[in-house]
């Protein structure tokens, strides 16, 4: 038997939401605004986090957010929400998001996404510590390695810019300017 209060399974904390895409969602091309859907991610990736931690919790961090595929007004989009990695304060939520055009019985992915979200106490706002998480099938098992990879991954990347700006020098980045979309101002 697992003990519920310092492991939790995957499952326990998945969501799914569904929304219809009204007419006030729309760009001026007529699609849904990315920032609706980014909007719903958040929502989703917070539902999810909360859930698994029982604790409230923030944004961290967003990956890349690609879409794939345009979001017309009148689909019904369904976004699936999981804890596929946890740290000792944060996790990492997957998110896919499909959309659903019932008059032509289309159904297309959008995006896939990763939100690291962090358990926070609510009255020192640190960060809180949250259950570990049960793996249950090679599925689980395959999310939370890849997980714990892209968190690797970010970490570096992090090192990387740090090195980065403190090896900035002016003249040589003024020369890397040349042939570049831009033009300097006096």
Same mark, same amino acid.
């Given at each position: 038997?697992?003990?519920? *209060?310092?492991?939790?399974?995957?499952?326990?904390?998945?969501?799914?939401?569904?929304?219809?895409?009204?007419?006030?969602? *729309?760009?001026?091309?007529?699609?849904?605004?990315?920032?609706?859907?980014?909007?719903?991610?958040?929502?989703?990736?917070? =539902?999810?986090?909360?859930?698994?931690?029982? *604790?409230?919790?923030?944004?961290?961090?967003?990956?890349?957010?690609?879409?794939?595929?345009?979001?017309?007004?009148?689909?019904?989009? /369904?976004?699936?929400?999981?804890?596929?990695?946890?740290?000792?304060?944060?996790?990492?939520?997957?998110?896919?998001?499909?959309?659903?055009?019932?008059?032509?019985?289309?159904?297309?992915? =959008?995006?896939?996404?990763?939100?690291?979200?962090?358990?926070?106490?609510?009255? /020192?706002?640190?960060?809180?510590?949250?259950?570990?998480?049960?793996?249950? /099938?090679?599925?689980?098992?395959?999310?939370?390695?890849?997980?714990?990879?892209?968190?690797?991954?970010?970490?570096?990347?992090?090192?990387?810019? /740090?090195?980065?700006?403190?090896?900035?020098?002016? =003249?040589?980045?003024?020369?890397?300017?040349?042939?570049?979309?831009?033009?300097?101002?006096?």
């Amino acid at each position: 038997m697992v003990n519920e *209060a310092t492991f939790r399974t995957v499952q326990s904390s998945q969501v799914i939401l569904k929304e219809l895409m009204v007419p006030s969602y *729309a760009n001026f091309g007529g699609k849904v605004h990315g920032g609706i859907l980014l909007s719903l991610m958040d929502k989703i990736a917070y =539902t999810c986090a909360a859930t698994h931690a029982k *604790a409230y919790c923030v944004t961290a961090s967003v990956d890349s957010v690609d879409f794939v595929n345009p979001v017309e007004v009148g689909e019904l989009v /369904t976004l699936f929400a999981s804890v596929n990695y946890v740290g000792n304060s944060s996790m990492e939520v997957g998110i896919k998001v499909i959309s659903e055009d019932f008059r032509k019985e289309i159904v297309k992915h =959008t995006n896939t996404s990763y939100f690291t979200m962090v358990a926070v106490d609510e009255e /020192t706002r640190k960060p809180t510590s949250v259950p570990g998480l049960v793996l249950q /099938t090679d599925q689980e098992i395959r999310r939370f390695v890849m997980g714990k990879l892209r968190k690797q991954l970010r970490a570096g990347h992090r090192r990387d810019i /740090t090195e980065l700006r403190k090896t900035l020098d002016k =003249t040589r980045e003024l020369q890397e300017l040349d042939g570049e979309n831009c033009q300097l101002g006096k």
